[in-house]
């Protein structure tokens, strides 16, 4: 918010820069939320009512990707206000243009893990491979430990079985099973974050686990 700043001090300016980072906050906040909800194919867009006004939420309804849409408009408000005097040419150019340019470059990477899986021969293999050492296994322990290679088997069984499945269950770690990225706590927390720094008093509360696991 630092970057933006009224061309002249005055106290309607001053007024009109608090909208102006409200508006850009909660774009930022609407763009994270539109991301979590497209990684996780989820569609309660409802949720971005809340930091968008009516007409963009309405055109944001027309968009093929909607956190690539907010992330443009966003760009554009910048130069909008940098056209307009309110935020410095270094500021604009090595400052918010660069966030913006990180914003997209880090939407990019997380959609091309969710739409790049790993090659089905490799998943197939690696199975294949774990299930045929541990029925292999105690053929190579019972020749030399006799019934004392079955507690030993048992370890490396479980410790070999379940590394295969950690492997194939993070593949995607963008869904909501237990080991995915808790990416609606996340939102909340730089909601809470960004929030307080505009100065608001009713601020939603962290999530909290449901069975255990964080969301």
């Known amino acids: 918010m630092g970057y933006i700043q009224p061309p002249v001090e005055q106290g309607q300016e001053l007024q009109n820069a608090s909208g102006i980072h409200t508006e850009l906050i909660y774009r930022h906040l ?53 056209k307009s005097g309110w935020i410095e040419p270094e500021a604009y150019v090595y ?39 541990v029925l292999l296994l105690p053929f190579g322990l019972v020749q030399h430990l006799g019934w004392g290679a079955l507690p030993i088997y048992l370890v490396l069984a479980t410790i070999f079985t379940i590394t295969e499945l950690i492997g194939s269950r993070t593949e995607e770690p963008f869904e909501r099973k237990l080991e995915d990225v808790a990416m609606s ?31």
């Open 95 to 133: 400052g918010l243009m660069v966030t913006i340019k990180e914003f997209f470059a880090a939407q990019g990477r997380c959609e091309r893990i969710k739409s790049t899986p790993l090659p089905r021969q490799y998943g197939f293999f690696s199975k294949a491979f774990v299930w045929v050492f």
């Open 185 to 215: 706590s996340i939102c909340r927390k730089i909601e809470i974050d960004l929030r307080q720094q505009l100065g608001e008093s009713s601020i939603p509360p962290l999530l909290e686990p449901k069975d255990g696991v964080l969301m």
């Open 30 to 82: 609407a763009f994270l939320n539109s991301l979590r909800l497209q990684l996780r194919q989820e569609e309660t867009w409802e949720e971005l009512k809340s930091f968008l006004s009516d007409t963009e939420f309405k055109k944001l309804n027309t968009a093929a990707n909607r956190a690539t849409m907010l992330n443009h408009w966003q760009s554009m408000r910048l130069k909008e206000l940098y």
